[in-house]
């Protein structure tokens, strides 16, 4: 996808992927294009009233009781935004930036928030043009809306601070130089534009539609890692019946399931124990309910996606222009919707790295391993084999769980109390991003591990699917032997993982996962 076009209405999550991670160029549509024009002009005759309008003659926020007069408003704009551009700490991530700026454009296409053409053709044109607005990790309360965050973005569009001008550009440059170079004509805000720009909840939900695209290829992982280690550790697929789940029809859990026994297929390992020579009536939990575990996490995505698609269909502004032209102070910008789903996918991540930790750990197990040689190690004693990559992932899975402690109930009052209650979205998001990752690793070291299982169970077969995830694996990775350098091969695994490569090894001979 080269181009997205945002129009009056929402855009998609692959619109926003397309723009944040793969660098698509925005235009707006002509429909865009003439809602705004046409909601400007109520706003341009509200500038000329004598009764006091929030966000055209008033200041902002506990300071809303003055009236500025008309000669002082554009310095009225351009100082909301230098004093809101407060952040502080860490560089945020470039996709951030981008979903964040295409949702703040997105809204501005609505025609809802009463802005000229011209500020949100100078958001389409930044875009296109891989410019990014440098903007720091903490500032946003997430009420009103991410504002500290979008500040810095306006700021930018005012050729005022720094960006960066492409993917990993190494330094800083000032605004106006980077907007002058694309030939790009700096902002100068107009009534009402200044608050336009900054009250909207566009970097949590840029975030949680980042995170649901790789939720939802690390779920398809985590059933695949489960499948090996069900081989690995000699286990059953009965548990993965059908007709099983049906006596509980959550939808995620149906799903998994279905994968699991794609998976395992024509398994020669399972099939080896299948007789009644196997006295054992039943797996572990962290192998038999892998699609309760796994399926429950589905379903909290797919409640998390709903609320990203209204967010997404959403016009935030505060003052908002409504479609019979009043101009009306609303709640809105409360980012307490997003802010619980982003927690609770927290909690689901946590939940899925602490099963799949669970059965990596049981494969370095000699009491639980059935026939595996200790820790998987070539010479145990002498080789430690994956012993400290489990403890990799535990000291993971434990981070996971402060990450999970939800940020959406820890509002702290601002703006002298005028602000006395906010949603802190955009540190639940923040938190999820790192959850992610931490799920990614502990992904990755469970199928490094179960690999090298699988390996050491020759000459028993796993099934096509996950032999050709293994051998997609042996492609980066050595198989089992003495102990090695062991960090490269866990980022080689993680890189497998994280680029989807294993998911694409398994589709290959199992079609589509769920």
Not at 23 to 32: M, N, R, Y
Not at 379 to 389: E, K, R, T, Y
Not at 425 to 430: I, P, V
Request: charged share 20%; hydrophobic share 50%.
């Amino acid at each position: 996808m080269n181009t997205v076009i945002v129009g009056a209405g929402p855009v998609s999550f692959a619109d926003v992927v397309a723009v944040a991670r793969n660098g698509a160029g925005v235009e707006l549509s002509p429909a865009a294009e003439a809602e705004i024009s046409a909601t400007r002009k109520v706003i341009d005759a509200l500038a000329h009233d004598a009764a006091p309008h929030y966000g055209v003659s008033t200041g902002f926020g506990a300071l809303a009781t003055r009236h500025i007069p008309a000669e002082r408003r554009a310095q009225l704009q351009r100082s909301l935004v230098r004093s809101h551009a407060a952040g502080s700490g860490q560089e945020v991530e470039r996709e951030v930036i981008r979903a964040m700026m295409l949702l703040r454009l997105s809204t501005l296409a609505t025609g809802r928030t009463g802005v000229r053409l011209e500020v949100a053709r100078a958001y389409a044109a930044m875009l296109s043009a891989g410019i990014t607005p440098v903007v720091r990790e903490y500032g946003s309360l997430g009420c009103s809306g991410d504002l500290a965050p979008l500040a810095h973005c306006a700021l930018a569009a005012m050729g005022e601070g720094t960006v960066r001008v492409a993917e990993g550009a190494s330094s800083e440059v000032p605004a106006a130089e980077a907007l002058a170079a694309a030939g790009i004509a700096p902002l100068a805000l107009a009534e009402k534009e200044g608050l336009a720009l900054i009250n909207g909840t566009d970097g949590m939900l840029g975030m949680l539609v980042l995170a649901a695209a790789d939720l939802r290829a690390l779920l398809k992982t985590a059933d695949i890692t489960a499948a090996m280690s069900v081989e690995a550790l000699l286990g059953t697929d009965a548990a993965f019946d059908a007709g099983l789940q049906a006596l509980r029809p959550h939808p995620g859990q149906a799903a998994s399931a279905a994968n699991l026994r794609l998976l395992l297929a024509g398994s020669p390992i399972v099939a080896s124990h299948r007789g009644p020579e196997d006295t054992r009536v039943q797996d572990a939990y962290s192998l038999r309910c892998a699609p309760q575990v796994h399926g429950a996490a589905r379903d909290t995505l797919a409640h998390a996606e709903s609320v990203a698609a209204i967010e997404l269909a959403s016009a935030i502004d505060n003052p908002v222009v409504t479609v019979d032209g009043r101009v009306v102070s609303n709640g809105n910008f409360h980012g307490a919707p997003v802010g619980y789903v982003l927690d609770f996918l927290a909690i689901a991540a946590a939940d899925v790295a602490s099963i799949a930790e669970r059965r990596t750990d049981r494969m370095l197990d000699t009491s639980r391993s059935h026939g595996l040689p200790p820790f998987l190690a070539a010479d145990p004693g002498v080789d430690s084999g994956h012993m400290i990559a489990q403890y990799t992932q535990a000291a993971i899975v434990s981070e996971l769980k402060r990450l999970a402690v939800p940020a959406s109930v820890d509002s702290i009052p601002s703006s002298a109390m005028q602000e006395d209650h906010v949603s802190m979205g955009w540190s639940a998001a923040r938190k999820l991003r790192r959850a992610v990752d931490g799920l990614t690793r502990v992904l990755a070291i469970e199928l490094l591990t179960a690999a090298r299982a699988l390996d050491l169970r020759a000459p028993l077969a796993p099934a096509a699917a996950t032999g050709a995830v293994t051998a997609g694996l042996r492609a980066v990775v050595e198989g089992p032997g003495a102990d090695r350098f062991l960090a490269p091969e866990i980022a080689a695994a993680v890189a497998y993982v994280a680029s989807g490569a294993a998911v694409r090894a398994a589709e290959a001979v199992t079609g589509a996962l769920e």
